[in-house]
């Protein structure tokens, strides 16, 4: 998706606009210079960035060299509302559910430790969990007593559901998956 340089026009609206709904790889690829240099398969965080990301990113720190964070912050309130609205379209829920943080494991975090596990508490999750959420598990397991169940694979790599619904009791406090889970092409039944 772009962000528009004027912040004036809604995201969403500009991108179904331009695009018709559908990304086009020639246009993404010429809006995201490294693909010159690099066959670059990694993805969100990680991924390259296109140039008005770059430039969005770099014009906002000059804005806060320029007048200060809180001032910065309060310019661009409009087009920071608008990433949450955009968000919320695409994930199919309210601005006001979106909360966007740093990264993906202090995301997990936040919500993971909000729990109040106790011992012999159950937390079901797959083999090709990521292994920043597992750690988050393993304190916890540490800590309070609770257990670590790995949900088995069915025939064809994918987290089995059939077996999934026979371990759950009533001790299942937290059933944890990872959709799409690093490397492999993996994609979970979620
Ligand atoms: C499936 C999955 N979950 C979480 C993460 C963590 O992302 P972050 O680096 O934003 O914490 C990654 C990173 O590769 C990932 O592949």
């Given at each position: 998706?772009?962000?528009t340089?004027d912040?004036?026009a809604?995201?969403a609206?500009v991108?179904?606009?331009e695009?018709?709904?559908?990304i ?6 010429r ?6 240099n690099?066959?670059?398969f ?7 960035m ?22 910065a912050?309060e ?13 919320a379209?695409?994930i ?6 979106v909360?966007i ?14 729990f ?7 937390i ?19 800590r309070?007593?609770a ?8 025939e ?8 999934m619904?026979?371990m759950?009791?009533e ?6 998956i ?11 039944p979620?």
């Amino acid at each position: 998706m772009t962000i528009t340089g004027d912040h004036g026009a809604d995201p969403a609206k500009v991108f179904a606009q331009e695009t018709n709904g559908e990304i086009d790889v020639v246009r993404a690829r010429r809006e995201t210079p490294g693909c010159a240099n690099v066959l670059h398969f990694n993805n969100a965080g990680a991924a390259l960035m296109p140039e008005r990301v770059v430039e969005a990113v770099i014009r906002h720190l000059e804005l806060e060299e320029t007048i200060g964070g809180y001032e910065a912050a309060e310019r661009a309130e409009d087009a920071i509302n608008r990433v949450y609205e955009a968000i919320a379209q695409l994930i199919n829920c309210q601005p006001q559910d979106v909360a966007i943080v740093e990264n993906a494991t202090r995301a997990w975090d936040m919500a993971f430790y909000g729990f109040d596990f106790q011992a012999s508490d159950r937390i079901l999750t797959a083999k090709a969990e990521y292994a920043s959420n597992y750690l988050a598990y393993l304190q916890i397991a540490q800590r309070t007593g609770a257990v670590i169940d790995v949900v088995p694979y069915d025939e064809s790599g994918q987290i089995s559901v059939p077996r999934m619904a026979e371990m759950i009791d009533e001790k299942v406090k937290l059933i944890a998956i990872t959709h799409v889970p690093t490397n492999g092409g993996l994609v979970n039944p979620a």
